[in-house]
Nanobody
Framework: QVRLVESGGALVQPGGSLRLSCAAS????????VAWFRQAPGKEREFVAG????????TYADSVKGRFTISRDDAKDTVYLQMNTLKPEDTAVYFC???????????????WGQGTQVTVSS
């Protein structure tokens, strides 16, 4: 099981940008398909973006398409989420997890990290 640690969350104004990092601990990230999810207060956790094991395919939720970009650097065992043109509705705790290659919206593990808080507010 891959252990992933999220970081990079912050308070940012609407229209601003942030880059989140998802770092693997104790194992190399190559050959693993990874996705970002988020959970806003009072809401279910939802899929945000996924990237397959070699970075050749990315998938996005409709709500972030065109604004967010997921990428990976296997030399650093890290997956990134570049978030641009942030909106108040992007406010949530963001998590990353290993997911199925056949469906990046489904996590392979029920174990989640602490996540990183993103707050978009003026």
């Amino acid at each position: 099981q891959v252990r992933l640690v999220e970081s990079g969350g912050a308070l940012v104004q609407p229209g601003g940008s942030l880059r989140l990092s998802c770092a693997a601990s104790g194992i190399t990230l190559d050959s693993h398909t990874v996705a970002w999810f988020r959970q806003a207060p009072g809401k279910e956790r939802e899929f945000v973006a996924g990237i397959n094991w070699d970075g050749s395919k990315t998938t996005y939720a409709d709500s972030v398409k065109g604004r967010f970009t997921i990428s990976r650097d296997d030399a650093k065992d890290t997956v990134y989420l570049q978030m641009n043109t942030l909106k108040p509705e992007d406010t949530a705790v963001y998590f990353c997890n290993e997911v199925y290659y056949s469906d990046v919206r489904v996590s392979r593990s029920d174990s989640w990290g602490q996540g990183t808080q993103v707050t978009v507010s003026s």
